[in-house]
């Protein structure tokens, strides 16, 4: 099972989560107090090894946002949460999708995309709220040839029932390796420590 680390900030945090496994690193590009410039994503992460893919989560951008920010950053990969423009991306998406009572009516009018991930309702701010959603409403079964990240308040606690769980390609922590709204190194390594 592959790992996110998201709303990294800071070259220190980057290089520990590369350093102990960390497959994918989210960089929060929407409104948020995670929230980084693609100039200061691009600087914290030039020694990332190719493998490590660069996430740069997006809330409702326009397609040129997002292909300005690629480029800006160095991305691999965009997050796109709210609505998602109708054009092709130079690069893969992940999906990101609230799980709520509708949440199968959703999938049903989702378009295509490479990954999808589900996560709380939003909040302040959409994800990143240290919220578990209702494991009961999300039915993965019925998925279909789609990678499946699982995020919303993951911690060391409970990483390993939702891996149980929905046997999900990928999860993805961020408010669950933080301490007072800050990432926290030690929370870090124990979460990598523990999936990976």
């Known amino acids: 099972m592959k790992v996110k680390i998201c709303g990294l900030k800071t ?18 590009f929407a409104e948020s107090k995670r929230q980084i410039t693609p100039e200061k994503a691009k600087e914290i992460t030039r020694n990332v090894p190719k493998e490590v893919k660069k996430v740069g989560v997006f809330v409702s951008p326009s397609y040129a946002e997002v292909e300005t920010v690629i480029q800006q950053a160095n ?3 965009v997050q796109i949460h709210g609505i998602l423009m109708t054009e092709k ?3 893969p998406v992940i999906r990101a999708i609230p799980v709520n009572k ?11 995309t490479d990954f999808l991930l589900f996560d709380a309702p939003p909040q302040e701010f959409v994800g990143g709220n240290g919220q578990v959603f209702d494991w009961q409403q999300l039915d993965t079964s019925l998925i279909k040839n789609r990678k499946i990240i699982i995020a919303g308040g993951l911690t060391t606690e409970n990483v390993l029932q ?5 046997n999900p390609y990928a999860v993805d922590v961020s408010s669950g390796v933080e301490t007072n709204g800050v990432k926290d ?5 124990a979460f990598l ?4």
């Open 11 to 28: 070259k220190e945090h980057v290089d520990l989560a590369v350093n102990f496994g960390a497959d994918y690193l989210g960089f929060v």
């Open 75 to 77: 991305l691999d990969i």
């Open 89 to 91: 991306l130079s690069v």
């Open 102 to 112: 509708a949440i199968q009516e959703t999938l049903r009018q989702e378009p295509e």
């Open 162 to 166: 939702a891996k149980r769980r929905f």
């Open 185 to 189: 190194p030690e929370k870090i390594i």
């Open 193 to 196: 420590k523990k999936v990976t």
